[in-house]
Structures are given as C-alpha cells and as structure tokens.
C-alpha cells in the first residue's frame, strides 16, 4: 500500500513537471511568434500573440514576465502609442526592481525605456528623474557600459530638446567617452552620440564645430 501511495506521488511530480517544462515551451514559442508578426509588421497579431505569452509568464518566472512585458511596451513604443508604451514600460520597471534589484543590468535598460517614453509625453521631468537614476546607479558601482552610455545620451537628448544646450552638451560628451572606450570611434553607437552633438551645435550657430560632426 506505502509503495502504490509512493508510485502515485511521484507520478504526479512527474506530471507536475511536464506540465511546467510544457508551459515553458509554449512562452518560447509565443514570443518567438511574436517576433515573425513584427518582422511581418503584422502588429495586431504580435500584441495578441505577446499578452498569450505575458498570461503564462505570469507565476511563472519574473524573468520572462518582465521580458514580455518589455517587448509589449517596445511594439507600442515603436507603434507611437506612448500611454500604452508607458504603462507596460512602467510595470517592468517596478517588477524588475522587486524580484531583481536595482543593481541589475536590465533595471537600468528599463528606466531608460520608461525615460524615452516620457519625453515624447511631454513628461521631461519624469524622464529626466529616471536617467539620473540610471546614471547614479551605474557610477555608484564604478561601471562604465554601453547602459551608462545610452543613460547619458538620453539625457543629452532630453536637455537638447528642452533647450538647456550647456547641459546637452555636457551628457553627449561623456556618452561620447564611454563610447570611445569600449566601442571605439567607428562604432555605429559612437557614431549616433556624434550625429546628435552636431545637431546640437547646429542648434544654437556652431556651425563649423556642427559641420564636423555631422560629415
């Protein structure tokens, strides 16, 4: 009798994680969907497609159910729909910061996502609180990375359109630096800080410096 009770609970373990393992293959191959819809740019099939994914991640992993809600809030992002953009940008943010830290790499890539968002809302204040968290966090561990590079040109962009020029400036060249040091000056991320320093200087009559920059 202890031996069929024995047999049966380990039949259900074994079920349990079939199940489990089942689940997990059903997400990979929802997202991976979802990445055929937009290639296709079939955007109503890849949102329906990414919430049956993001209805799994659920419970399941906090990192995936972060992932799927990042890659939503990209196709809204991308789509120009910055409230829904905002809203799943946002929620990634706090899950992110309950299950993985503010020290996580992918913490950071969230406040500038949630951050780019909000400048096209108009929200300049919120953004620019979300970069400077972003940068705190990156210097106060001593890391210089492609993330507190992007943080920096984000905020150069943010001043930039806001008019604070000195400021804007200021931010591009230290993406500008950390850019240089990792990636090196032919890199295309380098090439896009530079771009965006001669707009800059376009902006306020430094044409010549602008010139440089922009050639």
Known sequence: MKQKKYFIT??????????????????????????????????DSALATADNALKI?????????????????????????????????MTEKNLKQTFLGRNNPSYAVSLNNL?????????????????????????????RDTILAKSFHNLGKLYHSTGLYGKSEENYIKALDIKREICGENHPLYANTLYNLGLLYKSYGNFETAEKNLT
């Open 57 to 89: 991640a659920i419970g399941s992993s906090p990192s995936k159910h972060a992932l799927t809600l990042g890659m939503i809030g990209q196709i809204y992002f991308d789509n120009g729909n910055y409230e829904k953009a905002a809203e799943y940008f």
């Open 10 to 43: 380990v039949l259900l373990f074994i079920i349990h994680c079939s199940l489990f393992i089942g689940f997990a293959q059903s997400w990979e191959e929802l997202i991976q969907k979802t990445g055929l819809f937009l290639n296709e740019k079939n955007i």
């Open 115 to 143: 951050s780019s968002t909000y400048q096209y809302l108009g929200k300049f204040d919120e953004a620019e609180k979300l970069l400077m968290e972003a940068i705190e966090i990156k210097s106060s561990a001593n890391i």
